[in-house]
């Protein structure tokens, strides 16, 4: 269990170290790209932390996501990638992404 706990935790700094040290001039193209690795791929599955289909962020309702990604934030939601990247957000930041997913099927 200890073992599981600290792979998760691990994964989590490599990508906010990764994601974190992004400078602040990004554009919007740029803060979507780190999303689209896996929520762009259509029928997408995941094995980590346990296996599950990845949901379509295209479409979604705005303010869905931005919930989700404040409860990524504020720790109220649970996913060890997720949390690490909605870290690095802004309040700026999740609501221009919310507003382009909400736009972009």
Known sequence: ???K???KLMLALGIFLIFGTAQASETIG???SMCVGCHGIPGYKTAF???YSVPKLGG???EYLVKALEGYKN???S???MTALAKT???KDIEELAAYYAKNN
């Open 1 to 3: 269990m200890k073992h």
């Open 5 to 7: 706990n600290m792979m």
């Open 79 to 81: 996913h060890p990638t």
């Open 60 to 62: 979604q309702h705005a």
């Open 75 to 77: 720790g109220s939601r």
């Open 30 to 32: 740029d803060k979507t």
């Open 49 to 51: 932390p346990s296996a």
């Open 89 to 91: 957000l802004s309040q």
